[in-house]
Every structure is written in structure tokens, then in C-alpha cells.
């Protein structure tokens, strides 16, 4: 038999407010009072109605956290996998539940599920149509960013700062000795993959690397596999030209490339160099280990938490701008 707050007081011999101040753990009730209404709780198994709850403090303490990506893997993706992970772990801290959905199609309707399920706020996890921003406003659901870009000024967003994290990994190559550059671009509509190319370029023009000396391979995908039909396809021209060095936009081409390099007997550091850019954890377990461009992907989930539970409680006295430095990991590929 279920019970309701009404029944629980008038066993206890309290008022409802008094017991449901009791059973909230908010407010003040005597030493007595709380011990007769918790023996009353314990003997009757009551739980409170979680729906009742949210009605009446007009919040679920929930979260709903999308992924836009249009290719395969999402969750299991090295990036994103530690950035839920995070996100996950944050929200635990704060009493928080989380509901997490992907959305390769970047509609409105993942969204629309989340406003379903009466979430307190989302956190929309990389590239989105502006149509989904619009969308979300109207509901006025507070929200953020991660790992997007956006022209609305009153987003809320992290970012990691790639543009400047490329400009590093091409001074840190250069100044190993490098002075012809082969580089395997992700994506470029992707934030991330554009502004990782546009920084490590700009930093060799701005250290007089010839521009014959630069030669950017485009990738479709972003994945092991794509770095390995690529440079497989280019490995004439790496080798025929005397590239000293590969750079790519992310880890897993890069990992992807190096397979190819090692199966044609190309040594890694001494005939040329590998780097890439994310430090996921493949990237340390490989051989030979792989330098790369630190993303700190922890620390983006777990301020994102903090952020949104900041914009629920109406805290508007924040940036709209959250930048993360990147890190140049030194390991055995250079």
C-alpha cells in the first residue's frame, strides 16, 4: 500500500508541513518529533514521490547532456567517452541525475526529449545548428556549450583553445629540427580540427617554412581508421619528398598513420616524427608512445557541471567564454 505525506503526519500526530520538513531534511522539527516521524517512515517503507517533489520545488535536480556527432562512435569515442565520464562523476557531486542522449541527425528532437523530461538545464556537447539554440531559448531552459562554437554572444560555452595549441605543437616540431611538414587534417566544418590546422600553419608561416614544405592531406573521418587508408594512399609522397615529420588534427589518425609507417619499416623518431593532438589514452599505450596536445577534457566536464548548476540557481554573473590551455605531451614519437 502506498502512502502519502497526508497519512504520514497524521500517524506521527504532526502537521503535514511539520513531517514533510521532517522527511526533507529542511526546516526546523524537535529531536522528538523527527525520531516519531522517521520510526513512522521506517515501519510504512514510505518514499517520497519523486514527481510530487519536482512540482512542488519546480526543479528535478536532473540534467540532460546531448552529443552531436554524425559519425560513429559517440560514447565510446577517446574524447568524448572521458568528457561523460566526467560530466558524470560532477553531476553525482552535486546531486544531480543525468540524462544523456546522442544525435547524429543535430535535430530538435533530442532536445525535445530532454524538455520532456522536465531537466533543470543541458549541456549540448559539440558542433549544433543554430536552429537547436533558437529551440532551446524558448523554453528558457538554461544551457551551455562544450566543445562548440557559436555566434550568439549570450551562449555560455568551453572551449579548448586549439588554434593555439596547433601554433605550439608546430613551434615545439620546428624547433626539434623539422622543416618539411606532412599533416592529416580532420574534418574541417569540425571547430576543433579547423582551428588546430589554422594555428600549427600560421605558426610555420610565421617561422618561414616554405609553403612547398607544407603539405595537408584532408581527412573525411576523424578515426584510426581513416589515418591508416591516408596514409597509406600518401605514403609515396611522404617518403618520395623526405617529410621529417607527420602532424595530425587529433590521435587517431595519427595512430592510424604510424601503423602504416611501421608496417613499411619507416623508424619512428629516427626516419621521421608522429604528433597529434588530444592525449587520449590510447596515445600512451601505444608503441612507440605518441606525443600529442593535451585537451583537458576532465576539467571541461566537471566545470560544465559547476557552470549549469550556476545558470539554474540563476547566477548570472559569469562569463560567456570558458577557454582551456592545451599541453604538450612529450613521449617517444619525436
Do not use: W
Amino acid at each position: 500500500m502506498k502512502y502519502n505525506i497526508k497519512e504520514i503526519a497524521l500517524l506521527a500526530g504532526v502537521s503535514k508541513s511539520t513531517a514533510s520538513r521532517v522527511i526533507s531534511g529542511k526546516g526546523y522539527a524537535s529531536p522528538e518529533v523527527r525520531q516519531r516521524v522517521n520510526e513512522i517512515v521506517e515501519q510504512l517503507q514510505y518514499r517520497p514521490n519523486a514527481v510530487a517533489r519536482a512540482m512542488v520545488a519546480k526543479r528535478t535536480n536532473s540534467i540532460g547532456v546531448i552529443i552531436f556527432r554524425e559519425k560513429q562512435p559517440i560514447v565510446s569515442h577517446p574524447l568524448y567517452g572521458k568528457l561523460i565520464d566526467s560530466i558524470l562523476m560532477a553531476a553525482q557531486q552535486r546531486g544531480y541525475s543525468v540524462f544523456l542522449k546522442t544525435d547524429q541527425e543535430m535535430s530538435i528532437q533530442s532536445t525535445d526529449y530532454m524538455l520532456e523530461q522536465r531537466v533543470d538545464g543541458l549541456i549540448l556537447i559539440s558542433r549544433l545548428q543554430k536552429n537547436v539554440i533558437e529551440h532551446v531559448k524558448k523554453f528558457n531552459v538554461p544551457y551551455l556549450m562544450v566543445n562548440g562554437s557559436t555566434d550568439d554572444p549570450e551562449v555560455v560555452h568551453l572551449v579548448s583553445k586549439d588554434e593555439i595549441g596547433g601554433a605550439r605543437a608546430a613551434a615545439y616540431l620546428h624547433s626539434l629540427g623539422h622543416r618539411k611538414f606532412f599533416i592529416l587534417a580532420g574534418p574541417q566544418e569540425h571547430r576543433s580540427h579547423n582551428l588546430r590546422l589554422q594555428g600549427f600553419r600560421e605558426e610555420l608561416r610565421r617561422l618561414n617554412v616554405e609553403e612547398s614544405h607544407i603539405h595537408v592531406v584532408p581527412a573525411m573521418e576523424s578515426d584510426f581508421d581513416q589515418g591508416y587508408t591516408l596514409m597509406a594512399k600518401h605514403l609515396s609522397t611522404f617518403i618520395g619528398e623526405a617529410y621529417s615529420v607527420l602532424f595530425t588534427t587529433n590521435d587517431m589518425l595519427a595512430l592510424g598513420a604510424m601503423k602504416v609507417m611501421l608496417q613499411n619499416a619507416i623508424r619512428i623518431p629516427e626516419q621521421a616524427a608522429v604528433m597529434g593532438f588530444d592525449d587520449i589514452d590510447f596515445a600512451a599505450a601505444y608503441s612507440p608512445s605518441l606525443t600529442t596536445v593535451k585537451v583537458d577534457t576532465t576539467r571541461m566536464g566537471r566545470d560544465a557541471v559547476v557552470l549549469l548548476d550556476r545558470l539554474i540557481s540563476r547566477n548570472q554573473d559569469m562569463s560567456k567564454l570558458y577557454e582551456y590551455a592545451s599541453e604538450i605531451i612529450i613521449r617517444q614519437s619525436t
